[in-house]
């Protein structure tokens, strides 16, 4: 079984930042790419940012220059450094990763709650 596990998230005042993680264990290979998600009420899951295993990396306009997705392999973990926060990234967050465990499947972490409010 392959669990990834958010982390991070909390309310945040607008112009604040935040460091969201994703922790991937279980019975893996191999992490391919990995993404940042997020979705509001009402609204369609988002993708906003994303990162292949040799670290390249696209970002969705509205995050450019003001978030930086990474990753460290040898900790099978994700991170999201968020700056200068706006009350429109308000959302659950969310990771997946493309991982090879024999065969090769998408999966999700259950979210965490980022709320950027003053």
């Known amino acids: 079984q392959v669990q990834l596990v958010e982390s991070g998230g909390g309310l945040v005042q607008p112009g604040g930042s935040l460091t969201l993680s994703c922790a991937a264990s279980g019975s893996m290979i191999r992490i391919y790419t990995m993404n940042w998600y997020r979705q509001t009420p009402g609204k369609q899951r988002e993708l906003v940012a994303s990162?292949?295993?040799?670290?390249?990396?696209t970002y969705t306009d509205s995050v450019k220059g003001r978030f930086t997705i990474s990753r460290d392999n040898a900790k099978n973990t994700m991170y999201l450094q968020m700056n200068s926060l706006k009350p429109e990234d308000t959302a659950v967050y969310y990771c997946m990763g493309t991982i090879f465990t024999g065969g090769i499947d998408n999966y999700w972490g259950r979210g965490t709650q980022v709320t950027v409010s003053s």
């Open positions: 990162i292949t295993r040799d670290s390249i990396t």
